[in-house]
């Protein structure tokens, strides 16, 4: 609300105009800011189902991290893998997401092979078979640590982890939307504050199009840009150190000859 109301004194505007450019300003606040500037990540503990779902929080715009914590503190990330069936849409009313539907078993070699296949089927089709187990190991990648696979169903705003995920709880890292809580305002930080101020100018005249030409509100739209890129810039500035750490690590100990 401060900086409408600089934008509106120093463009001699009546104060009867606050209302729209309020809206102006908190519509570039939720999107163009949020997401490219100002916006800020959140971690949550989330509860996971009986049904191995857990829900996908409303704050979140995005997401960059589903894990576990480790003993260093750090955050074990699951593996995403699309394969995992979101069938049933009704999650929370199912216990067993994948009741009556059937499953495939591995082969038994007294009596699940199929008719017409030779005894060793699962061998040469397979690759592998052990402990009543078959494994296709050709192709397979070296492979990372896993506890666990995820996969997001948009539509029903649910995180669809592996049947096997032996975890109670998961931790979850995305962007805040950046809404306010109630009777409380938008904060645009002070490195950001002029790209706000350019964002209202640039869209009070896209909004005019009788007052204003074509050309104007490209030569604002650019200003706005090139004002948001040096906001990014004060937000986010070089940290020497993380450069030089960086530098550092890119030197590996290796045998020559």
């Known amino acids: 609300m401060k900086i409408c109301n600089e934008w509106l004194l120093s463009a001699d505007?009546?104060?009867?105009?606050?209302?729209?450019?309020?809206?102006?300003?908190?519509?570039?606040?939720?999107?163009?800011?949020?997401?490219?500037?100002?916006?800020?990540?959140?971690?949550e503990l989330l509860?996971?189902?009986?049904?191995?779902?857990?829900?996908?929080?409303?704050?979140?715009?995005s997401f960059s991290?589903?894990?576990?914590?480790?003993?260093?503190?750090?955050?074990?990330?699951?593996?995403?893998?699309?394969?995992?069936?979101?069938?049933?849409?009704?999650?929370?009313?199912?216990?067993?997401?994948y009741e009556g539907v059937p499953l495939l078993n591995t082969f038994?070699?007294?009596?699940?092979?199929?008719?017409?296949?030779?005894?060793?089927?699962?061998?040469?089709y397979l690759n592998y078979f052990g402990q009543?187990?078959?494994?296709?190991?050709?192709g397979m990648p070296s492979g990372t640590p896993s506890i666990g696979s995820y996969k997001i169903d948009i539509k029903n705003n649910?995180?669809?982890?592996?049947?096997?995920?032996?975890?109670?709880?998961?931790l979850f890292e995305g962007l805040d939307s950046g809404i306010p809580e109630a009777n409380s305002d938008y904060m645009i930080p002070i490195q950001a504050a002029n790209a706000m101020r350019q964002y209202i100018r640039w869209k009070n005249m896209?909004?005019?199009?009788?007052?204003?030409?074509?050309?104007q509100v490209e030569r604002e739209r650019k200003k706005f840009y090139n004002e948001k890129r040096l906001a990014a810039m004060r937000?986010?500035?070089?940290?020497?150190?993380?450069?030089?750490?960086?530098?550092?690590?890119?030197?590996?100990?290796?045998a020559k000859a």
Do not use: C
């Open 13 to 43: 505007k009546s104060m009867h105009e606050l209302h729209r450019i309020y809206q102006l300003a908190r519509i570039g606040a939720e999107e163009e800011f949020n997401l490219d500037i100002t916006g800020g990540f959140r971690t």
């Open 47 to 61: 509860d996971v189902n009986p049904n191995k779902t857990v829900q996908f929080p409303t704050w979140a715009q």
């Open 65 to 97: 991290k589903i894990g576990i914590i480790n003993q260093a503190g750090e955050i074990v990330t699951l593996k995403v893998n699309n394969q995992l069936s979101n069938y049933h849409a009704i999650y929370y009313d199912q216990m067993n997401r």
């Open 108 to 124: 038994d070699l007294n009596s699940d092979i199929p008719t017409g296949y030779p005894y060793f089927y699962p061998n040469w």
């Open 132 to 138: 009543s187990t078959s494994y296709n190991l050709f």
């Open 158 to 170: 649910v995180i669809l982890l592996n049947p096997e995920f032996p975890y109670s709880k998961v």
């Open 206 to 215: 896209e909004d005019l199009p009788k007052k204003y030409s074509m050309s």
């Open 235 to 254: 937000i986010n500035p070089l940290n020497i150190t993380e450069v030089t750490d960086a530098e550092r690590q890119s030197w590996k100990l290796v």
